[in-house]
């Protein structure tokens, strides 16, 4: 096997387990600060609950332009090593948590150490043939989405028949299994002296060369955008399928089901996508997908039945699909020599800052317009992204590709 495709099968595991360890706690997290660290207040547990999910997506956004940083010094297989390595032992850590605040530094540490996915990518995008690019950037996609589809599901099966603290272990082992995969396995052919001898700027000054790049600045508009989109209208899908489905009667499955189409579609979508984009071009790819996404939204806002919002969320997953493999690969593409760790950590940001002003944004936002109106929100800021995206990429097809 040729040794780019050993990185793409090692890193899609590595990929899996990390997303998967980091939404396995959702199914169990209220219970676990009520039965196992000692809180009462149902009120007082579900303001912790959303206070320690988000803490690790705020040091994420905070410091991952600063690895991506080190990663162009030093290499993104050093990152990729310290990131795994140190995600495995913080999240065996969250096991012997004993108060809420212990568990919400563990996270908010997490986050601080995290960096594995945006590593992962511009390791895979420094190591693949230019023609298989878009293949590349599918597949490894489609890996963090399988973690994140499954991961829920898992943590919830575990949490039943080994207990909550043992999942932590359990998560932190995996993540050492997949450090050491990629530690043996991986290989990257990085010139450090070469580096070395490149200017060094700092995070900010390297933030201002790289927005300076009209299509980055777009590619980074639709990452946050998608984020967005997806997240601020999540916490009221339940309730909405409540109001489509009129009765209590298996609602926790259609809720669940629901939330899961999306990626499940998406899984399927990302490598097809992504191939197809080697093809026809990323940029192709990138502007029709991101019309699509938009226009699927309004069939959210108008569902009359639960299977209606059904096919409507799997229609979003197949565009969303064809989003994040070619903004990486477009990322790759417009990214100057030696910063591409540095722009995909920027990117990995301002996915960290949709998530979280996406669930903010939605709940303050819900009274007012409710959530086929936060649909239709969605809907059209994606349509405004995409005439940004027509503008910067596709109306006047650049003949650089690398500044």
């Known amino acids: ?63 991952q332009p600063i690895w ?65 690019m878009g293949f590349a950037m599918g597949t490894i996609q489609s890996g963090g989405i399988a973690g994140t589809i499954l991961g829920p599901f898992i943590g919830g099966l575990l949490a039943d028949t080994i207990g909550f603290r043992p999942i932590f272990y359990l998560t932190g082992a995996f993540l050492f299994a997949a450090s050491l995969l990629a530690l043996f396995i991986v290989k990257e052919p990085f010139d450090r002296a070469k580096a070395a001898a490149r200017e060094q700027v700092s995070v900010l000054q390297g933030f201002r060369q790289l927005s300076g790049i009209r299509e980055l600045t777009a590619l980074f508009a639709v990452t946050f955008l998608i984020q967005f989109a997806m997240m601020s209208p999540m916490t009221l899908i339940p309730l909405y399928v409540q109001e489509l489905h009129g009765t209590t009667e298996n609602l926790a499955f259609f809720a669940g089901f629901v939330g899961s189409v999306t990626g499940l579609s998406n899984l399927v979508a990302s490598p097809l996508l992504g191939r197809l984009s080697d093809r026809i071009g990323a940029e192709r790819v990138l502007g029709c997908a991101l019309l699509g996404a938009a226009l699927a939204f309004i ?25 994040i493999p070619a903004v990486n690969a477009l990322i790759r593409k417009y990214t100057p020599d030696g910063m591409e760790s540095r722009a995909y950590s920027f990117n990995t940001s301002t996915l960290s800052l949709g998530n979280m002003i996406g669930p903010i944004t939605g709940g303050a936002l819900s ?27 596709l109306r006047k097809r650049p003949v650089r590709s690398k500044a």
Do not use: C
């Not at 590595?14 to 396995?24: D, H, N, P, S, Y």
């Not at 706690?25 to 660290?37: A, H, R, V």
């Not at 969320?313 to 699909?321: A, I, P, Q, S």
């Open 367 to 393: 009274g007012w317009i409710g959530i086929q109106g936060l649909f239709i929100l969605s809907g059209v800021l994606l349509l405004a992204n995409a005439a940004w995206v027509w503008q910067s990429l």
């Open 1 to 63: 096997m040729e040794q780019w495709k050993k990185n793409l099968v090692v890193l899609w595991f590595g990929q899996f387990l990390v997303m998967a360890g980091m939404t396995m706690i959702i199914p169990f997290l209220s219970l676990y600060l009520q039965f196992d660290l000692g809180l009462t207040d149902q009120h007082e547990i579900g303001i912790w609950a959303g206070i320690i999910f988000a803490g690790n997506f705020v040091t994420s956004f905070i410091f």
């Open 299 to 323: 069939p959210q806002a108008l569902a009359g039945t639960v299977w209606q919002l059904l096919a409507a969320r799997f229609l979003l997953g197949v565009f969303l699909g064809g989003l």
């Open 68 to 132: 991506g940083r080190l990663a162009d010094r030093y290499g993104r297989k050093m990152m990729l090593l310290r990131s795994g390595f140190g995600m495995a032992v913080v999240m065996a850590l969250m096991g012997f948590a004993t108060t809420p605040w212990h568990l919400l530094l563990l996270r908010m540490l997490n986050g601080t150490i995290s960096g594995f996915n945006p590593a992962s990518i511009a390791l895979i995008s420094s190591t693949t043939p230019k023609n298989r």
